[in-house]
Every structure is written in C-alpha cells, then in structure tokens.
C-alpha cells in the first residue's frame, strides 16, 4: 500500500499529541504509522500527494511523474497537463485509456468521510495503461 499523509492525518496527530485521553485510545504503531507518512512521494510512474496547491513546491521527481494522484477536495477529477494549462477528460468512458506522451493529474474522489459527495474511487491499471471511475452505492 503506497500512502500520504493529509489533512486528516494531521489532525489526528495534533489530537494525540495534546490529549492524553485521546492518545490512550489509540495503539501507538498506528499513531507511528501515520506519523511516518510522508507529504508527497513517488512510486514507479506515479507521484502521490494528498492537496494539489503543494505542486507548487513539489520537487521534480514529483512533477515528472506520468500521473500525479492527489486527493483532498474528494471530488473525482482527470486532468491532462499541457503547458501548464489544464485539460479536463470526460470520466463517462470507462475505462480511460492513458496517452503514455501525456502527464495527468488525478483526484479518485474518496470514500466514507463526506456523505453528501459522490463515494469514488479509481483503479489504475498500469499493464494496461487505463484508468477507471468507480462509483460506491450507500
């Protein structure tokens, strides 16, 4: 499991830290765990990062990256990158077929925290070089 830390993570952290009560109820390998997490990382052809405004900072094995994952806004979202422009693709056609010349930008959307948002995850096939849009019923 390749993982970031987010603003969640960090709220945890700054819960247990303060609040003896609250660290009790949790096991400290976790509280380690999310700690370890790192802001941003690459694996492979992808770079993961949990808020899309820190690209600004981003080092350029990051911005390299065939895809960049990032999260937050837990709203579904593909975008091409071009001349640092923006080009957002139709997510209907299942599954996306990847342009290895082109970069993206990937937010899967996210599950179980906002209720009154689409409940979205993606799956990235890296042999087949495709990307789906998945849709959770609750």
């Not at 976790?30 to 052809?45: G, K």
């Not at 077929?97 to 959307?109: I, M, W």
């Not at 409940?119 to 070089?129: G, H, P």
């Amino acid at each position: 499991c390749v993982s970031v830390r987010g603003n969640h993570d960090d709220d945890l952290l700054t819960i247990v830290d303060k609040d003896v009560d609250a660290r009790r109820k949790f096991w400290s390998e976790n509280i380690d765990y999310v700690r370890s997490l790192p802001l941003m990382r690459r694996h492979d052809a992808l770079a993961l990062l949990h808020n899309e405004t820190t690209l600004a900072t981003a080092p350029p094995a990051v911005l390299d990256a065939t895809i960049i994952l990032c999260g937050h806004t837990h709203l579904p979202d593909v975008s091409i990158r071009v001349n640092g422009r923006r080009e957002r693709v139709d997510l209907s056609n299942r599954p996306l077929s990847l342009d290895p010349a082109k970069k993206y930008l990937v937010n899967p959307g996210g599950v179980g925290l906002y209720f009154d948002k689409p409940q979205t995850y993606m799956i990235y096939d890296d042999l087949a070089r495709t990307l789906e849009l998945r849709w959770l019923s609750i």
